[in-house]
């Protein structure tokens, strides 16, 4: 799924969440927000990872597509802690900024 799909699929949540209220709309556009500041800087380090398995697929090295997918695989999974960390204090960190 593109950034720019989820984007939008965001932006109809938040016009169905706003008919609840003003304070779950503020409160999901700050989720909303939060969310898409992890999953973009997560993305940005792994995406370089689709270009070397390419390349090396082109150059018919299989050794270095493995290596590649490898190397994004762990990289993803060690990447995905920090962020999770980061998405559950997220309400701490909101409140730390005003």
Known sequence: MTQLAQVAMMTADLA???HIGPEALAAAALAVTLYLV???FGAGLVAPIASLAAQAYGARNLAMVQRALRTGLW???FLSFPIIAFVFRGEQILLAFG
Do not use: H
């Open 38 to 40: 992890s999953f973009t």
């Open 75 to 77: 990289t993803t999974l």
């Open 16 to 18: 169905f969440i706003g």
